[in-house]
Protein backbone atom coordinates (compact mmCIF):
# COMPACT_ATOMS: atom_id res chain seq x y z
CA UNK A 1 0.00 0.00 0.00
CA UNK A 2 1.41 3.46 -1.11
CA UNK A 3 1.99 6.28 1.42
CA UNK A 4 -0.32 9.11 0.23
CA UNK A 5 0.61 12.87 0.21
CA UNK A 6 -1.95 13.40 2.67
CA UNK A 7 -0.62 11.05 5.17
CA UNK A 8 2.60 12.28 4.84
CA UNK A 9 1.61 15.97 4.92
CA UNK A 10 0.09 15.12 8.39
CA UNK A 11 2.93 13.55 9.71
CA UNK A 12 4.77 16.62 8.22
CA UNK A 13 2.59 19.07 9.81
CA UNK A 14 2.23 17.28 13.06
CA UNK A 15 5.73 18.24 13.45
CA UNK A 16 5.22 21.61 12.36
CA UNK A 17 2.95 22.10 15.23
CA UNK A 18 5.30 21.02 17.95
CA UNK A 19 8.41 23.07 16.41
CA UNK A 20 5.69 26.32 16.31
CA UNK A 21 5.27 25.46 20.18
CA UNK A 22 8.67 24.87 21.01
CA UNK A 23 9.75 27.95 19.00
CA UNK A 24 7.09 30.21 20.46
CA UNK A 25 7.70 28.42 24.21
CA UNK A 26 11.74 29.30 23.89
CA UNK A 27 10.79 32.76 22.80
CA UNK A 28 8.70 33.14 25.90
CA UNK A 29 11.31 31.61 28.09
CA UNK A 30 14.33 33.77 26.55
CA UNK A 31 11.80 36.75 27.95
CA UNK A 32 11.15 35.63 30.99
CA UNK A 33 14.19 34.60 31.93
CA UNK A 34 17.07 37.00 33.33
CA UNK A 35 20.60 35.69 32.97
CA UNK A 36 21.86 36.37 29.78
CA UNK A 37 23.67 32.83 28.99
CA UNK A 38 19.79 31.48 29.29
CA UNK A 39 18.51 34.16 27.04
CA UNK A 40 20.42 33.70 24.31
CA UNK A 41 20.46 29.33 24.67
CA UNK A 42 16.45 30.21 24.67
CA UNK A 43 16.74 32.30 21.60
CA UNK A 44 19.48 29.55 19.76
CA UNK A 45 16.81 27.02 20.57
CA UNK A 46 13.75 29.45 19.08
CA UNK A 47 15.41 30.14 16.25
CA UNK A 48 16.20 26.26 15.78
CA UNK A 49 12.47 25.62 15.89
CA UNK A 50 11.77 28.12 13.03
CA UNK A 51 14.55 26.74 11.03
CA UNK A 52 13.06 23.25 11.58
CA UNK A 53 9.64 24.23 10.69
CA UNK A 54 10.90 26.06 7.67
CA UNK A 55 12.00 22.92 6.27
CA UNK A 56 9.00 20.99 6.93
CA UNK A 57 6.52 23.00 5.49
CA UNK A 58 8.52 23.11 1.81
CA UNK A 59 7.93 19.80 2.33
CA UNK A 60 4.78 19.52 3.00
CA UNK A 61 3.38 22.68 0.04
CA UNK A 62 6.19 20.98 -2.38
CA UNK A 63 3.33 17.94 -1.79
CA UNK A 64 0.81 19.90 -2.90
CA UNK A 65 -0.68 19.89 0.32
CA UNK A 66 -1.59 22.71 3.22
CA UNK A 67 1.07 23.47 5.48
CA UNK A 68 0.04 24.18 9.32
CA UNK A 69 0.01 27.81 10.31
CA UNK A 70 0.04 27.87 13.70
CA UNK A 71 0.97 25.28 17.09
CA UNK A 72 -1.22 23.05 18.85
CA UNK A 73 -3.80 24.10 21.72
CA UNK A 74 -2.03 21.51 23.96
CA UNK A 75 1.20 23.89 23.09
CA UNK A 76 -0.58 27.34 23.74
CA UNK A 77 -2.12 25.72 26.84
CA UNK A 78 1.40 25.02 28.20
CA UNK A 79 2.69 28.21 26.92
CA UNK A 80 0.30 29.54 29.11
CA UNK A 81 1.18 27.47 32.09
CA UNK A 82 4.81 28.26 31.43
CA UNK A 83 4.22 32.53 31.49
CA UNK A 84 1.44 32.08 34.71
CA UNK A 85 4.30 30.29 36.56
CA UNK A 86 7.22 32.50 35.27
CA UNK A 87 5.04 35.78 36.37
CA UNK A 88 4.90 34.07 40.28
CA UNK A 89 7.81 33.13 40.25
CA UNK A 90 9.63 35.96 38.83
CA UNK A 91 12.05 34.79 36.41
CA UNK A 92 13.06 31.86 38.13
CA UNK A 93 15.37 29.93 35.99
CA UNK A 94 15.11 26.99 37.27
CA UNK A 95 10.76 26.97 37.41
CA UNK A 96 11.50 28.00 33.39
CA UNK A 97 13.81 25.24 32.39
CA UNK A 98 11.68 22.35 34.40
CA UNK A 99 8.59 23.51 31.94
CA UNK A 100 11.28 23.61 28.84
CA UNK A 101 12.21 20.31 29.38
CA UNK A 102 8.40 19.33 29.42
CA UNK A 103 7.53 20.50 26.51
CA UNK A 104 10.65 19.53 24.93
CA UNK A 105 9.09 15.72 26.43
CA UNK A 106 6.15 16.12 24.00
CA UNK A 107 8.28 17.15 21.45
CA UNK A 108 10.75 14.02 21.64
CA UNK A 109 7.79 11.93 21.78
CA UNK A 110 5.75 13.55 18.68
CA UNK A 111 9.69 13.14 16.93
CA UNK A 112 9.78 9.66 17.79
CA UNK A 113 6.10 8.74 16.45
CA UNK A 114 6.76 10.44 13.17
CA UNK A 115 9.87 8.28 12.91
CA UNK A 116 8.00 5.37 13.13
CA UNK A 117 5.81 5.36 10.24
CA UNK A 118 8.57 3.61 7.80
CA UNK A 119 6.54 4.19 4.67
CA UNK A 120 7.96 7.60 4.55
CA UNK A 121 9.80 8.46 2.00
CA UNK A 122 13.74 8.29 2.21
CA UNK A 123 14.08 12.13 1.77
CA UNK A 124 11.55 12.98 4.22
CA UNK A 125 13.19 10.17 6.85
CA UNK A 126 16.49 11.73 6.89
CA UNK A 127 15.10 15.14 7.63
CA UNK A 128 12.99 13.96 10.11
CA UNK A 129 15.97 11.89 12.11
CA UNK A 130 18.07 14.90 11.64
CA UNK A 131 15.99 17.27 13.41
CA UNK A 132 15.30 14.79 16.21
CA UNK A 133 18.45 14.77 16.81
CA UNK A 134 18.57 18.82 17.02
CA UNK A 135 15.31 18.41 19.18
CA UNK A 136 16.95 15.59 21.31
CA UNK A 137 20.18 17.41 21.96
CA UNK A 138 18.20 20.76 22.82
CA UNK A 139 16.16 18.42 25.50
CA UNK A 140 19.32 17.21 26.88
CA UNK A 141 21.21 20.36 27.08
CA UNK A 142 17.92 21.84 29.17
CA UNK A 143 17.41 18.99 31.25
CA UNK A 144 20.85 19.60 32.10
CA UNK A 145 20.96 22.75 32.81
CA UNK A 146 17.67 22.18 35.18
CA UNK A 147 19.31 19.46 36.83
CA UNK A 148 22.71 21.33 37.77
CA UNK A 149 20.79 24.34 39.02
CA UNK A 150 18.74 22.38 40.93
CA UNK A 151 20.77 21.49 43.74
Known sequence: MSTTTVSI???????IEVCKDSQEGFRDAAQ??????????FAELANQRQTYNGELRRMVLSLG???????SFAGSLHRGWMDLKAAMTSGDEH???EECKRGEDFAVARYRVAMEHNELP?????????QYAGVKAAHDRVRTLRDRIAG
Not at 65 to 71: Q, T
Not at 122 to 130: A, D, F
Open 32 to 41: SVKDPDYKSL
Open 65 to 71: ESAEDSG
Open 122 to 130: GNIISVIER
Open 95 to 97: AIL
Open 9 to 15: ASVLNSL
